[in-house]
């Protein structure tokens, strides 16, 4: 007996360990399927899916495999039901440039030259491969444009900006909704005022910005809530407002819902996406940037960015030398801008506007070594995406320098006139001119597909995901609508193209997150972005999520691609809560891919385990 009952005793422990043991997978299972607790869930659930299936990719390239995912047929069976939901503390995740990720990995990062302002992405195991919710309320946002002046509070719930900086009138919390009067740190009584007070130091005809279209691309840096951006468009004078995710969070998010063309980057030590001689006049109005560090790198950035005749505008204390501190700052950088070459063009009150050569005759005439010296030979202005600054001067090449300038036409002529850097690509200007006839064409019939579901205003943001050269925001020039032209950054620097037409646009790697906040897209157009993603090895699924992250709730996405790419995204609808609009054959023509097909999708306005409307108001 006693035996016996010793046995009896030794078995229970290990029933009870399999009792705890089967409890615990269950608790797993539970909380892994709930929409609430998505995070941990979904941090895997995107690679490891698509990579049993051939589609993943870990960020190396080809992985010797010459098949396409597309065409294989292996996910013929695979009926994707449902994508995890992220919970809500991510409902503003911006991938690459989230602080979270940087604690987490315990990056090294240098605070003093911003590095946690730069771009940092998750490697393919980090990554939330979830969908990500509207916040609670949201609604679909005000039209422009009105929304320049007011948007749904329950959209972006944040107020912190309007109590910080209420004495500045940057935005006015007022109920269900925020205002923004137009003011800002340096011009508390409206941007238009500001505006038309740099005209008119510079002299331009009727105080007007756009000098007769010459004047049309700007750089603002540390733009706030991009009010003078906003307020530049009237004078139809673009504006790519820049400002990092910083301690004014979500003043890039309140630019775009506002209808405001807008990115996310910092000057820290990498080059910002943008092509040399791209802009006319660069701004920073109270960015608290020190543009003496490290032999004045960032103001170097911004001369490789002014084209030749370029102006900077800046409005700080430095600029009226107040005190003692004041008076050294400015004095250090009007000797390095002395020997940039840039004059003053007007000084008033608390604003001094510098100039930059229109040739390279200043630069050959300074003594030797003189600092900053010139960048080397084979330095390439225009390769941008993840190249470290260079505290250099670029100067004009031998044809800019011989012009004079950049022999650009005034706007609007500049949007279909070929620019005179085709050339540099080896492109005539035949070419360029059949181009933007056939994306003419093309965005036409665009717009006639999306015409039983859209009005006048419905759209206002736009992403063209490959934009060549930018012939497709060309073809929208009558519509009330801008366009962030993106440029794979392995590809041919047609994005200076794109800024000599007048438009602006990034350096971009579409195996990579967007730096942009979520829902902040009307329309995504992507021409044979799939095609290209497959032939280098990267995610289609990945690319899948983040265009649903970019894309705006009943906001619509136009592919033009494949028809294997169109049935692959197809299986995909119900799971990101998209549906299909059309797919018809795409029009026949030299340049369109063999099968090339256009299908347009829109995606449906939901909340997560609540109702959804797939044709909001």
């Known amino acids: ?18 009792l705890m043991v089967v409890c615990l997978c269950l608790l797993f299972l539970y909380f892994s399927g709930s929409n609430g607790q998505a ?52 409902s503003e995740l911006i991938p690459c440039l989230d602080r979270n990720l940087i604690y987490q990995m315990r990056m090294k990062l240098d605070l003093n030259l911003m590095e946690h302002y730069e771009r940092h992405c998750p490697p393919p195991e980090r990554r939330l491969n979830c969908l990500i919710p509207p916040p609670h309320g949201y609604k679909v946002p005000i039209k422009w444009p009105k929304s320049r002046d007011i948007v749904w509070k329950a959209n972006i719930p944040h ?12 935005m006015i919390d007022a109920g269900e909704k925020i205002k923004f009067p137009g003011g800002g740190t340096h011009f508390h009584h409206g941007a238009d005022k500001y505006i038309a007070n740099i005209a008119n130091m510079l002299k331009f005809k009727d105080n007007n910005i756009n000098n007769e ?10 733009c706030g809530v991009a009010s003078f951006g906003g307020y530049l468009l009237s004078s139809n004078v673009i504006a790519m407002s820049l400002a990092p995710n910083d301690v004014h969070q979500n003043q890039i998010q309140f630019a775009l819902e506002r209808g405001i063309p807008a ?28 543009w003496l560090q490290r032999d004045g790198i960032l103001l170097l950035e911004l001369d490789r960015l002014l084209r030749p005749g370029g102006y900077f505008a800046y409005s700080s204390p430095e600029a009226y030398a107040q005190d003692e501190e004041d008076r050294r700052i400015w004095k250090k950088m009007s000797s390095l801008v002395e020997r940039m070459c840039w004059k003053i063009a007007e000084k008033r009150n608390q604003t001094v506007i510098w100039v930059k050569p229109l040739n390279n005759d200043c630069y050959r005439s300074r003594a030797p070594g003189t600092n900053p010296p010139l960048c080397k030979r084979g330095d390439d202005p225009d390769s941008v995406w993840g190249v470290q600054m260079e505290a250099c001067i670029t100067p004009y090449p031998e044809q800019m320098h011989k012009d004079g300038g950049t022999g650009l036409a005034p706007w609007p002529a500049r949007l279909t006139t070929p620019p005179p850097r085709l050339a540099d690509l080896y492109v005539t200007a035949d070419t360029f001119e059949k181009d933007t006839e056939m994306w003419q064409q093309r965005v036409d019939n665009y717009w006639r597909l999306l015409k039983p579901k859209i009005k006048p205003d419905t759209i206002r943001n736009i992403m063209d995901m490959k934009a060549n050269f930018g012939s497709f925001a060309a073809a929208l020039k009558e519509k009330d609508v801008w366009v962030m032209n993106v440029v794979p950054h392995d590809g041919p620097s047609t994005l200076k193209i794109i800024y000599d037409r007048g438009l602006i646009g990034s350096t971009h790697d579409w195996c990579e997150a967007f730096s942009t906040y979520p829902r902040t897209y009307d329309l995504l157009h992507a021409w044979t972005v799939f095609s290209d993603l497959d032939k280098r090895g990267c995610s289609a699924e990945d690319l899948l999520l983040e265009m649903d992250r970019i894309v705006r709730p009943s906001g619509f996405i136009i592919v033009r691609d494949k028809g294997t790419v169109i049935e692959f995204i197809k299986k995909y609808l119900n799971a990101l809560h998209w549906e299909a609009v059309t797919t018809v054959d795409a029009e026949s023509s030299p340049e369109s891919e063999e099968n090339e097909m256009i299908f347009i999708i829109r995606k449906k306005l939901w909340q997560p385990g609540g109702s959804q409307d797939p044709n909001p108001k």
């Open 1 to 18: 007996m006693r035996g016996r009952s010793d046995g009896g005793q030794s078995k229970r422990p290990i029933l009870l360990l399999c």
């Open 213 to 222: 279209g010459m004047l049309r691309t700007v750089l603002d840096v540390g």
């Open 39 to 90: 995070g941990s869930a979904a941090l895997e659930y995107g690679t490891k899916f698509s990579r049993s299936l051939g589609w993943g990719s870990d960020g190396d390239g080809d992985d010797g495999s010459e098949e396409s995912i597309f065409g294989t047929g292996d996910a013929d069976d695979v009926k994707l039901k449902s994508f995890p939901v992220c919970d809500d503390r991510h």
């Open 159 to 170: 107020t912190h900006l309007a109590h910080e900086k209420s004495d500045q009138n940057w």
């Open 263 to 290: 990115y996310l980057g910092v000057l820290g030590t990498k080059r910002l996406p943008y092509p040399s001689r791209s802009f006319e006049l660069a701004h920073c109005s109270r960015c608290r940037i020190d």
